[in-house]
């Protein structure tokens, strides 16, 4: 059972190339979320899906675009990378709420995104 | 918008010894559920407890519980008897029950001693 999976796992950009980073998801969960992890900030929400086409933003979404044109994968877009945007990068999914106890999530093991 | 604070970026506790690990949180909403998880070195990120806002009771889950104080918007994590494989990174995060985002606060790195 794969979970989650995400690629690449390591990727070296220069400054303003383009790139796209790719979740899987095969638990048929309904939520997915693209999180950056620095360090002292945490992990910070980038952009989050609530249902296959649907995508919301999150708390640093400046730089990043979305999409989730199937249940099973959301992607997460960089148009012109920026040393700024070097980090590590975490996919997660859960489950549907209704009825079930919302909440655990189920996290891809990273992916480390260096941009010269 | 809510935020998710934790003041302690580190803490350390000696094996077999109690300690608390500091959240507090601001949102205007009234259902939302909290979480704690931990990151280990190898990065994998682990549900360690969860609790849901309309609950009064602590959760417990073996050696750690929480304190939620709902009024407070405090929302601490206990371990008891601690162990060496309790030393990791640990993140408190609320998920909103109306929007599903869910956000994290910036950890607090806990070292066990033995």
């Known amino acids: 059972n794969a979970g989650v999976t995400q690629t690449p796992k390591f990727r070296v950009l220069k400054t303003g190339q383009s790139m796209t980073l790719l979740c899987a998801q095969d638990?048929?969960?309904?939520?997915m979320y693209w999180y950056r992890q620095d360090p002292g900030m945490g992990l910070r929400l980038i952009h989050y899906s609530v249902g296959e086409g649907t995508t919301a933003k999150g708390e640093v979404p400046d730089g990043y675009n979305v999409s989730r044109l199937k249940k099973q994968n959301f992607l997460l877009g960089l148009e012109s990378a920026a040393p700024s945007q070097t980090s590590v990068y975490f996919c997660?999914?859960?489950?549907?709420?209704?009825?079930?106890?919302?909440?655990?999530?189920?996290f891809g093991e990273g992916s480390r995104l260096t941009v010269l | 918008a809510q935020t998710v604070t934790q003041s302690q970026p580190e803490m350390s506790v000696q094996e077999a010894e109690t300690v608390t690990l500091s959240c507090t949180y601001d949102t205007s909403e009234s259902d939302y559920y909290l979480f704690w998880y931990k990151q280990p070195p190898s990065r994998q990120m682990i549900l360690v407890i969860r609790q849901e806002a309309y609950k009064q009771q602590n959760a417990t889950e073996n050696r750690f519980s929480v304190n939620f104080q709902k009024a407070a918007k405090s929302f601490s994590l206990k371990i008891s008897d601690s162990q060496l494989g309790d030393a990791a990174m640990y993140f408190c995060?609320?998920?909103?029950?109306?929007?599903?985002?869910?956000?994290f606060g910036t950890g607090t790195r806990l070292q066990v001693f033995p």
């Open positions: 995060a609320y998920r909103s029950e109306r929007t599903d985002k869910l956000i």
């Open positions: 997660a999914s859960s489950y549907l709420r209704t009825g079930i106890v919302p909440g655990e999530l189920f």
């Open positions: 638990m048929n969960h309904e939520y």
